[in-house]
């Protein structure tokens, strides 16, 4: 079992640019595939990026594909996403979440509690 705690949230203004950062708690952080997910006001939730245990294999949703990076540091325990030319329509909840033992775009079983970051005009 892991524990993920979000972090680096925030106001900024379109074009500018945040990194997210996920800590994860458990000496088993290496062996997960880890995402990041977004849920804005009145949408569900969406798949943002997914990088596998080792960090070889990365995706994107194409909504962020060219702006968004993830990355991690399994010596930290931590998974990052480092967000560029950010826009309006980027505001939501950013999750980060585990699951084993494949990278994929659904079927995650560990969430953090969310942060929150806001793109204004």
């Known amino acids: 079992q892991v524990q993920l705690v979000e972090s680096g949230g925030g106001l900024v203004q379109a074009g500018g640019s945040l990194r997210l950062s996920c800590a994860a708690s458990?000496?088993?952080?290496?062996?997960?595939?880890m995402g990041w997910f977004r849920q804005a006001p009145g949408k569900e939730r969406e798949f943002v990026a997914a990088?596998?245990?080792?960090?070889?294999?990365?995706y994107y949703a194409d909504s962020v594909k060219g702006r968004f990076t993830i990355s991690r540091d399994n010596a930290k325990n931590t998974v990052y996403l480092q967000m560029n030319s950010l826009k309006p329509e980027d505001t939501a909840v950013y999750y980060c979440?585990?699951?084993?033992?494949?990278?994929?775009?659904?079927?995650?079983?560990?969430w953090g509690q969310g942060t929150q970051v806001t793109v204004s005009s």
């Open positions: 979440a585990g699951r084993r033992p494949v990278v994929a775009t659904t079927g995650y079983d560990y």
């Open positions: 458990g000496r088993t952080f290496s062996s997960y595939a």
């Open positions: 990088i596998s245990w080792s960090g070889g294999s990365t």
